[in-house]
């Protein structure tokens, strides 16, 4: 697909860029997200705990403070904004890692977790300095386990790198690289058999929690497309942006990079064979 184009969802139509198969957004739908609006409201907690904590002259509303900084540095480590800002590279730089990936087949793994219940007694001392007992129910993991699912044939069905050259007319573009991984009949079969097995063989307790991980080694989930003619501006700093956040003041930076650069979406597409 080449050109413009519309998508209708839900009733409501958006118009995108196509360049050679790579989606281009036209209106930026990050402006007010990636938890902008939460770090926003802990800046004002911020400067409304200490002026609370002087009126009615308690010490411990203090210790919020510590609370209030500690949750905005976990959204701050959290942020997609910290994933742009610390995988930053050149247009070439993206272009080359992205051909070598088409070369490099996903990787598969379960995982299975067995667990059970049971209830323990323990001693507390309650607020009088009394000791007392108490019945509690507790998990107890068991046996885990993990096995890579192995493939035998499959295809790169991945845009060419060179439809990227697309992103040479952004100063700044936060690239999205997404994994999908389709499979054909005959691998369909194979896999769901196989997660069977693995399922059946290895689920020994009452309770078992499984899960698997998809993913293509050396792939960057997100990362900033900087180019190479320009000088590279303050907000996108990641020190800067650092700083900023331990100041409660991470989302003027956050506000500032959304602004001025484009998110680009580049899916990388796998097909399982057989």
Known sequence: MHGKGTITSNGETKEYIWHWDMKIDQVDQDAWCDRLPLSVCICF?????????????????????????????????????????????????????????????????FYIQNYHYKTVRETYTDAEGNRKTRRKRVRVNTHYAEKNYKYKKWVDLTPPQEGLDYLEQFDLVRLDQPLKIDMKDKAAKKYRKKKNKFYKK?????????????????????????????????????????????????????????????????????????
Request: aromatic share 14%.
């Open 202 to 274: 290895h689920k020994v307790d009452r309770h078992a929690d499984f899960w698997e991980k998809r993913w293509l080694k050396g792939k960057d989930d997100f990362s900033l497309v900087k180019n190479d003619k320009n000088n590279t501006p303050w907000f996108a700093n990641a020190t800067t942006y650092l700083c900023c956040s331990i100041f409660f003041c991470g989302w003027i930076q956050r506000y500032y990079l959304v602004k001025n650069s484009q998110r680009i979406v580049f899916e990388h597409h796998k097909l399982l064979l057989k």
């Open 45 to 109: 907690c911020c400067l409304v705990v200490p002026i609370v904590g002087a009126i009615v002259q308690n010490a411990a509303i203090f210790g919020l403070m510590l609370i209030v900084w500690c949750c905005n540095m976990i959204e701050f480590y959290m942020s997609k904004s910290r994933g742009y800002l610390s995988k930053q590279t050149s247009l070439s730089s993206t272009q080359d890692k992205i051909k070598h990936l088409k070369t490099k087949g996903p990787k598969v793994v």
